[in-house]
């Protein structure tokens, strides 16, 4: 039973245009949600959160809209680079602490110059 | 050091043996994570500590796998009669406190069950 969901396996874009990676989670008692970025061979790095009081964080060129109503969250990259190319982890946090990360499954996105 | 280190980074072995993946978290981080990655598959959490305890060890999917952390900081997870379906990529990742914080990930053990 998976808690959070990547329902796109791969996303490619032009560079300078928008990506927009989605992920959806089933569990209520997620109010932190964060993005990590992997790069091939190396850890996944954090990117960018958000608590689940907001419904936007900014980061420079990112952006994570979170809607709880429909248990959505966003990340979006404007403009694309090249060397965004990577794989894309969404992951929350239940209330509690002390309580690991859920992850998803990863979206890989390809930015094509 | 700066960052967390994952040593083997790659260990082939055959079905049967037993393996070892050491983490050393960043300094200072009481919270250490393992999780993995098998080929096509998100990040699976195996366990956490919090210090020397493992108040989580709902992730390990089977009494083959164990973990222990001494001192607070070095963490071993140690594989019994590997199986072939162990074959992943083992991340340890720590953090300052408890979760909810950001995670700091190794670059991980590629392990090969042949």
């Known amino acids: 039973d998976q808690q959070v969901k990547q329902n796109s396996p791969s996303l490619s874009v032009q560079e300078g245009r928008i990506s927009i990676l989605n992920c959806d989670y089933t569990?209520?008692?997620?109010?932190?949600f964060l993005w990590y970025k992997k790069y091939p061979a190396e850890g996944p790095t954090f990117l960018i959160s958000?608590?689940?009081?907001?419904d936007k964080n900014e980061d420079g060129r990112f952006t994570v809209f979170l809607n709880k109503s429909a248990k959505h969250l966003s990340l979006h990259i404007v403009p694309s680079q090249p060397g965004d190319s990577a794989v894309y982890f969404c992951?929350?946090?239940?209330?509690?602490?002390?309580?690991?990360?859920?992850f998803g499954k990863g979206t890989r996105l390809s930015v094509i110059a | 050091g700066a960052g967390v280190s994952q040593s083997p980074s790659n260990k082939v072995t055959e079905k049967g043996k037993d393996v070892e993946l050491r983490c050393d978290p960043i300094?200072?981080?009481?919270?250490l994570y393992w999780y993995r990655q098998s080929l096509g598959q998100g990040l699976e959490f195996l366990i956490y500590?919090?210090?020397?305890?493992?108040?989580?060890k709902s992730g390990l999917p089977s009494d083959r796998f164990s973990a222990e952390r001494t001192g607070g900081s070095v963490s071993t997870l140690t594989i019994q009669r590997t199986q072939q379906e162990d074959s992943a990529v083992y991340l340890c990742?720590?953090?300052?406190?408890?979760?909810?914080?950001?995670?700091?990930f190794g670059s991980g053990t590629q392990l090969s069950v042949l």
């Open positions: 990742a720590s953090s300052l406190r408890q979760s909810n914080e950001k995670l700091f």
């Open positions: 300094s200072g981080h009481t919270a």
């Open positions: 992951a929350a946090s239940p209330e509690r602490l002390g309580t690991p990360l859920v």
């Open positions: 500590f919090q210090g020397n305890s493992a108040p989580d």
């Open positions: 569990n209520s008692m997620f109010d932190y």
């Open positions: 958000i608590s689940s009081i907001k």
